[in-house]
């Protein structure tokens, strides 16, 4: 099973980017696809998760009502939209999958699989 994170860049404040999560492997119809972020000398970060089944989504507070998480069944691929970004949302986001209860979505030692990490970064 592989994630392939994508789509990080360099933007201005304000501005907005689309983070995109391709899986392969295996279809994730049971399971729950998150993003996680990490700062530099800062702890990881969740950021959103969405359940293939059913398309229920979940926002980590910093982030919520300016980010949209959305997943593509046919195309096995999870998206992040990011609007209204700020130089607090520099970071390296990663995308990680699992098979998760709600009450641990938000907990990153709770994915099996994670991708390798894209950079974003907000200047002011």
């Known amino acids: 099973v592989q994630l392939q994170a994508s789509g990080g860049g360099l933007v201005q404040a304000g501005g907005s980017l689309r983070l995109s999560c391709a899986a392969s492997g295996r279809t994730f119809s049971s399971y729950t696809t998150a993003w996680f972020r990490q700062a530099p000398g800062k702890e990881r970060e969740f950021v959103a998760a969405v359940r293939w089944s059913g398309g229920s989504t979940y926002y980590g507070d910093s982030v919520k009502g300016r980010f949209t998480i959305s997943s593509d069944n046919a195309k096995n691929t999870v998206y992040l939209q990011m609007n209204s970004l700020k130089p607090e949302d520099t970071a390296v986001y990663y995308c990680?999958?699992?098979?998760?209860?709600?009450?641990?979505?938000?907990?990153?030692?709770?994915?099996?699989?994670w991708g390798q990490g894209t950079q974003v970064t907000v200047s002011s």
């Open positions: 990680a999958a699992g098979r998760l209860i709600q009450s641990t979505i938000r907990r990153g030692d709770q994915y099996y699989y």
